[in-house]
T-cell receptor, first 115, second 115 residues
Framework: GAGVSQSPRYKVAKRGQDVALRCDPI?????LFWYQQALGQGPEFLTY????????KSGLPSDRFFAERPEGSVSTLKIQRTQQEDSAVYLC?????????????FGPGTRLLVL | DQQVKQNSPSLSVQEGRISILNCDYT??????FLWYKKYPAEGPTFLIS?????DKNEDGRFTVFLNKSAKHLSLHIVPSQPGDSAVYFC??????????????FGKGTKLSVKP
């Protein structure tokens, strides 16, 4: 049984470079979440998709961050003109629904280092 | 200001003894409380949860206690095993408003269980 997968696992970018991070959720999961985990911190919510619709992007830190899920399965988080403060682990999670009490299953994350 | 606080960054326990991890929160609107466990280079995995209508939930060696009046959550692991060594995050959800279902995490507590 496949869980949530993310790629790449590690990404080193030069400041100002654009990056794209991919998430493959569990098949059939309607809900998809992106979280950002800075060093020594807990994960923080970035954005939420229900199928292909981005219903909540309240956690995106700036307009350099953009996420999409065009066919309601795979999702891509894109960061334009990366800055050093973007260095973090980016976690993707999926669940059957966006209901409180519904378990979210996390991928292994993409560790982004911006030099 | 942090809504979820895990004030102990680390905890060391002898194998076979009890591990107690604590979590405090500030917002009484939270309805659902979860514990996630994270090994290095992996995503968080769901461990146990409790809804606001209960004060205790038990699953094998793991028990979660909720004290709503004190806004305090704790996880008890009995007996502790070396394989329990990981970072433990408490996470909270609300059933209200646009953030329904989003997880709000504490900073985590690193548990080390010594043989």
């Amino acid at each position: 049984g496949a869980g949530v997968s993310q790629s790449p696992r590690y990404k080193v970018a030069k400041r100002g470079q654009d990056v794209a991070l991919r998430c493959d959720p569990i098949s059939g999961h309607v809900s998809l979440f992106w979280y950002q985990q800075a060093l020594g911190q807990g994960p923080e919510f970035l954005t939420y998709f229900q199928n292909e619709a981005q219903l909540d992007k309240s956690g995106l830190p700036s307009d350099r961050f953009f996420a999409e899920r065009p066919e309601g399965s795979v999702s891509t988080l894109k960061i334009q003109r990366t800055q050093q403060e973007d260095s973090a682990v980016y976690l993707c999670a999926s669940s059957l629904a966006r209901l409180f009490g519904e378990t979210q299953y996390f991928g292994p994350g993409t560790r982004l280092l911006v030099l | 200001d942090q809504q979820v606080k895990q004030n102990s960054p680390s905890l060391s326990v002898q194998e076979g003894r009890i591990s107690i991890l604590n979590c405090d929160y500030t917002n009484s609107m939270f309805d659902y409380f979860l514990w996630y466990k994270k090994y290095p280079a992996e995503g968080p995995t769901f461990l146990i949860s409790i809804s606001s209508i209960k004060d205790k939930n038990e699953d094998g060696r793991f028990t979660v206690f909720l004290n709503k009046s004190a806004k305090h959550l704790s996880l008890h692991i009995v007996p502790s095993q070396p394989g329990d060594s990981a970072v433990y995050f408490c996470a909270l959800q609300t059933n209200y408003g646009g953030s329904q279902g989003n997880l709000i995490f504490g900073k985590g507590t690193k548990l080390s269980v010594k043989p």
